[in-house]
């Protein structure tokens, strides 16, 4: 079986006007019901927790800024509801179910469809509507649980600049990130951008020109970082690279989506892999870029 989390809780942050909506992950719930998937219940993260990957006035900050008037987190790309810290938090605690998942050997392989995403948020903040980083939270986790070395492989078409920020100088979590040179966060995300100290070489940035095709993102993912060889494998799904995704210039078809997740799923063995929602928000092309990845997913899945 493949683990599953969902919980309506996820609908309630945010707004219906904002493109990151929770009509995305509605959708995807929809999708999820044609598949055999094992579901679990969703957990709240801990203050604490929170702060074994962001700054402790940080996350302080995000419980208390609604009442004291924020609206948002540095811009109107990340709201601020009622509900934020709670639903934010759900979203990155729920990743330690599946981990327990994996520890106890029910399952091999997860989808997490979850909000707000995570991977732009950084240790001191959230920005480009993600509050908390929700794989970082979920790498340091399945650490504490005896997967030593982490490896992060992120396909939204957004550089995964929070994730790079949190694990720049560590040597036990790789970050892989394809991404759109051009595009939001902007100034992070180069080849050059390699890690720093013990993390040297352990932070690998592919970025691709305007109109990415799907020979050239499949021949990023021939390169993946095999010599790491790590005991768990997860990924920051993202599906704002597809061709009918409109804040992207990327041109990759529902048939290069599914040979990118198969590279994945190679490099992954037997080892545990889950995939975690990020960006996609045409809901046609989500929804049928997440039943690609069931597809995937549940097919060979001997457990
Ligand atoms: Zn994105």
């Given at each position: 079986m493949v683990g599953y989390i969902y919980d309506p809780i996820f609908t309630l942050h945010g707004s219906d006007e904002h493109i990151e909506n929770r009509f995305r992950v509605e959708t995807i719930h929809q999708v999820a019901q044609n598949f055999p998937l094992m579901r679990y219940p969703v957990r709240k993260a801990t203050k604490e927790e929170l702060k074994t990957i962001h700054e402790a006035h940080y996350v302080d900050w995000v419980e208390r800024a609604y009442e004291e008037g924020y609206r948002f987190i540095l811009n109107e790309d990340t709201l601020l509801t009622p509900k934020s810290f709670e639903v934010a938090s759900f979203a990155a605690g729920s990743t330690m179910p599946i981990v327990d998942a994996f520890t106890r050997g029910e399952i091999r392989r997860a989808f997490l469809n979850i909000r707000p995403p995570g991977h732009h948020a950084e240790r001191k903040t959230g920005q480009g509507f993600c509050i908390f980083n929700n794989i970082a939270l979920m790498a340091r986790y399945a650490q504490s649980q005896g997967f030593g070395k982490v490896a992060i492989i992120d396909f939204d078409v957004h550089h995964g600049n929070g994730t790079q920020d949190i694990f720049?100088?560590?040597?036990?979590v790789l970050f892989f990130s394809s991404h759109?040179?051009?595009?939001?966060?902007?100034f992070t995300g180069s080849e050059e951008e390699r890690g720093a100290g013990r993390g040297e070489g352990y932070n690998i940035n592919k970025p691709y020109g305007d109109y990415c095709s799907d020979e050239e993102i499949l021949r990023i993912y021939d390169?993946?970082?095999?010599?790491?060889?790590?005991?768990i494998v997860l990924v920051s799904a993202g599906y704002d690279l597809m061709k009918d995704e409109f804040i992207s210039t990327a041109q990759i078809t529902f048939d290069g989506l599914r040979g990118v997740i198969r590279k994945i799923l190679d490099f992954a063995g037997d080892k545990p892999i889950a995939f975690l929602l990020e960006g996609g928000y045409n809901l046609e092309s989500l929804g049928r870029s997440v039943e690609v990845t069931l597809e995937e997913l549940t097919k060979f899945d001997t457990m």
């Open positions: 720049y100088e560590d040597d036990t759109e040179r051009n595009n939001y966060p902007y390169d993946l970082p095999t010599w790491f060889e790590p005991d």
